[in-house]
């Protein structure tokens, strides 16, 4: 488990993110997440989850303009999980819920000052449960309203 503080390029992106919206086919967001994602590697020392849910968050998210693997398991998976229990939800709505983790990640970083951190008593940490805790939750309760 590890700590560091963002690079000045990854901030900015994040404030860009934040400032600007997902952009055309979500590029910002995208950008965020691959920037975070490439801190992370560059730093090491991090939780392999950890490292492995931001490489992937921003495929999922642009899921909608550019298809991926990774993107079209999660909101295919979600969907079907869905629909199992009696509720349709849309490629809107995958959207509308993959732009929420989104925003509640980059919020938390900017909250946070910029300090990455998976370290589990860290007031704002990115460790595997609390990604499924806070962020994923974020997604879930978007799609639950």
Do not use: C, H, K
Request: hydrophobic share 45%; net charge negative.
């Amino acid at each position: 488990m590890a700590s560091m503080v963002l690079s000045l390029a990854t901030q900015n992106a994040i404030s860009l993110a934040l400032a600007a919206g997902p952009g055309t086919n979500n590029q910002n967001y995208l950008a965020a997440y691959n920037a975070i994602s490439s801190d992370i590697r560059a730093s090491g020392g991090f939780n392999t989850g950890t490292l492995n849910w931001f490489a992937q968050a921003g495929l999922v998210n642009t899921n909608a303009f550019n298809p991926t693997a990774q993107g079209t398991y999660i909101w295919a998976y979600t969907i079907g999980a869905a629909q199992v229990q009696g509720a349709m939800l849309t490629q809107a709505d995958m959207q509308a819920a993959s732009d929420r983790i989104a925003a509640t990640v980059f919020n938390q970083l900017r909250t946070g000052n910029f300090i990455f951190s998976d370290n589990i008593g860290d007031p704002i940490n990115f460790a595997p449960r609390t990604i499924i805790n806070v962020d994923a939750g974020a997604g879930l309760a978007e799609l639950s309203a």
